[in-house]
């Protein structure tokens, strides 16, 4: 027990000190992030690497302890068998968070970093085990060792956006793993565990609000990948799904803060890998939140999902799937507080039947588009644009071609109408007018109606255009030539 809070105060006091040496080495050769105004709103340059003081303080303190002649070399050699080799892959993650935060890497060179690192875990007993007799277990134990490590990982790198948030979390996150470690009497994890607990409570005194050095890539990947690799070793060194309930949760603001930024993303067809200000905590500052406010928050959040992660694990997850439950439909109402509009609208389509009107609205666009180019004259492409602009509610159409003018109205006018020319070629064009409060008009977009019509009766009327060209040529090569053989008759005459 001595050697673990030793650990602890020895990592402390490291962090404590190299902290401020790594802020001002960095300050003094300009390797910091600047403010930009937008997503960085820090009023001064700040440097990006202090993750290096968190690992630097964690393995010196092992390397401390090992040379103290006191040492308890012994008993951290029977407990921690695999912490070189874990070690191995935490460097991994580092190094390829501080490449990142010093010379910049593309998003797909970060997963490659924190793939391999994940793989070397799993050859250091870092395993989430489902059947583990089974002989095809690897075909489903490797996929979701990796998934839960590189989703991990990326968790505590994507909500690293603001002073504090990141650090404090990890140490929430720390402290649930090691109260467990010390309940079940898992020395090895409260072993790895307690230095990182310790270098993370030093960092936080520069870290937190107004922040004078930032995690960076390499301390915000480093602390979500330990604690992926600490939420499985939570017993001993194996977990099955029902026990990775509990880690889960220790865990569990920081994963759901991923989630809904990959699903964000996808909804609106944007860059997964990109920034936005759509995380969390952006939304609580939104709301009005100061930035000391916001970490508080997000610390009194994680500090109820360690304890219903503790209480898992004290009651053997016995009433595992109700407490999950019960988390999971308060994230819910927590996350509608929030004013996510991408979940609101996405809602909207599901419930009210305006998914289904969208895709009838694309089929007919589609049908429209085939009825106009199998269509054999420019009246029976004005037969099928004034169904088609009746059918999708417009008031009134206008076509106007190079030798004649359509026009009709289907209802009288409306003052609250918009109106859109559709440009043709050769000075061609289609006026249709709708009105602007129409429900429908918002779901099917105008802008979709008029791309289909414009495509679709452009290449229409040169198609005609071409035909009729084609004709005149022909007629006049026939009337050229009945004139000749008239003259040569004459002649013969």
């Known amino acids: 027990m001595y050697l673990i809070f030793g650990l602890g105060i020895i990592a402390f006091i490291f962090s404590i000190i190299l902290t401020p040496i790594v802020r001002d080495c960095f300050r003094h050769f300009g390797i910091v992030d600047h403010p930009d105004g937008g997503r960085k709103r820090h009023l001064s340059p700040i440097p990006r690497v202090g993750g290096i003081a968190i690992a630097v303080s964690y393995v010196l303190s092992f390397c401390l ?29 580092f190094a390829t968070g501080l490449f990142d935060d010093l010379v910049g890497y593309f998003p797909w060179q970060k997963l490659a970093g924190q793939l391999w690192a994940s793989m070397i875990a799993w050859f250091a007993g870092v395993r989430i085990e489902i059947f583990p007799d089974h002989p095809m277990s690897l075909l489903w134990n490797i996929p ?14 994507l909500i690293d956006g603001m002073d504090g948030l990141a650090a404090g979390v990890g140490l929430f996150g720390t402290a649930t793993i090691l109260l467990a470690a010390f309940a079940n009497q898992n020395l090895q994890l409260a072993l790895v565990t307690m230095p990182l607990a310790g270098a993370l409570i030093g960092f936080l005194r520069y870290n937190f609000n107004p922040a004078s050095i930032f995690l960076g890539d390499c ?17 001993e060194k194996s977990a099955t799904l029902l026990g990775m309930t509990a880690p889960l949760l220790a865990v569990a603001i920081q994963l759901l803060d991923m989630c809904l930024s990959i699903v964000r993303r996808l909804i609106r ?44 694990n004290a009651l053997q997850n016995r009433f595992a799937g109700i407490i999950v439950v019960l988390f999971c439909v308060s994230a819910w109402i927590g996350i509608q507080h929030l004013g996510y509009v991408e979940f609101a609208t996405a809602r909207q389509l599901i419930t009210k039947g305006t998914f289904r009107r969208i895709i009838d609205s694309q089929t007919r666009l589609k049908d429209i588009e085939q009825r106009i180019g199998n269509a054999a004259s420019i009246e029976s492409c004005w037969q099928v644009l004034c169904e088609a602009c009746k059918a999708f509610g417009f008031q009134s ?6 030798s004649r003018i359509f026009e009709e109205s289907f ?15 050769e000075l061609q064009y289609v006026n249709i007018a709708r009105n602007i409060s129409d429900d429908q008009f918002a779901m099917v977009g105008l802008g979709g ?5 414009s495509t679709a009766l452009a290449l229409k009327l040169e198609e005609l255009d071409t035909i009729a060209r084609r004709k005149r040529e022909v007629q006049s090569a026939s009337a050229s030539l009945g004139e000749e053989k008239r003259r040569s008759a004459a002649a013969a005459v």
Not at 225 to 235: A, E, P, R, T, V
Not at 449 to 453: D, G, H, K, S
């Open 411 to 425: 209802e009288a006018g409306n003052p609250s109408t918009v109106q859109i020319r559709i440009a043709l070629p």
């Open 449 to 453: 109606f008029a791309q289909t019509v």
């Open 65 to 93: 302890v090992l040379l103290l002649p006191f040492s308890y070399d012994s008993e951290i050699a029977r407990a921690l068998p695999g912490i070189w080799k874990l070690f191995c892959a935490g460097g991994l993650i």
């Open 397 to 402: 159409v206008r076509l106007s071609t190079a």
């Open 144 to 157: 979701l060792t990796v998934i839960w490590l590189v989703g991990c990982t990326n968790a505590f790198n």
């Open 269 to 312: 067809h944007q860059p997964l890998f990109g920034g936005d200000r759509g995380h969390i905590h952006h939304k609580l500052l939104n709301r009005g939140f100061t930035v000391r406010k916001v970490a508080l928050v997000l610390y009194g959040v994680c500090g109820i999902a360690a304890a219903l992660s503790l209480l898992m």
């Open 219 to 235: 301390g915000s990947l480093l602390i979500g990948f330990l604690l992926g690799c600490y939420g499985i070793l939570w017993s």
